[in-house]
């Protein structure tokens, strides 16, 4: 992800969540924060989708993924997954972590083929709601 991508890239974070992320929290991640590493998936000529990845030492953690809506259900968020836990073996990361909402069984089924399985709960992690946050991590190495 790149400076110029952010502005499909908040289109695709307003379609998807219930409390996007800003510019400015992008713009952050991708100058101020040295553990952060962000993968955009074009389609179409397009971003249609993006992940977010922090890894510190040897463990990596998934802050968002996310696909434009009419693009979803085509393997695209599969693919972007498998790419982002290649990528953070190659730099250095053991397990993969992420919190999901409770509610998000798409997201889980996702997580769950690819390997993932079911740590623990925090509770009213999210904050619009109090939803519950599943956590889900992998052993990739
Ligand atoms: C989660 C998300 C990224 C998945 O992307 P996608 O490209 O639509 O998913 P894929 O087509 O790659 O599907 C891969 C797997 O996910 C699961 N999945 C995807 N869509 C599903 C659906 N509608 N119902 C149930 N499971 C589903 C399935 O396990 C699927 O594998 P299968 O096709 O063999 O059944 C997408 O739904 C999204 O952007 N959601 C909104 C944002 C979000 O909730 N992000 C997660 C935050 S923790």
Redesign the pocket.
């Known amino acids: 992800m790149t400076e110029s991508d952010l502005q499909m890239i908040l289109e695709?974070e307003q379609k998807?969540?219930t409390t996007p992320w800003s510019y400015e929290a992008f713009y952050n991640e991708l100058y101020h924060n040295q553990f952060a590493h962000y993968l955009v998936v074009e389609a179409d000529g397009k971003v249609i989708?993006y992940c977010g990845l922090w890894v510190i030492i040897d463990e990596a953690h998934?802050t968002?993924?996310?696909?434009?809506?009419e693009?979803?259900?085509?393997?695209?968020?599969?693919?972007?997954?498998k790419m982002v836990m290649q990528y953070a073996v190659e730099h250095g990361a053991e397990t993969l972590t992420?919190?999901?909402?409770v509610s998000?069984?798409?997201?889980q089924?996702?997580?769950?083929?690819l390997g993932f399985q079911n740590g623990g709960i925090r509770k009213s992690y999210y904050t619009d709601n109090y939803e519950d946050a599943l956590v889900m991590w992998v052993k990739m190495v």
């Open positions: 695709v998807s969540f989708g998934i968002n993924i996310a696909i434009l809506p693009y979803r259900g085509k393997r695209l968020g599969e693919a972007l997954l992420l919190e999901v909402r998000n069984t798409v997201a089924n996702l997580y769950r083929k």
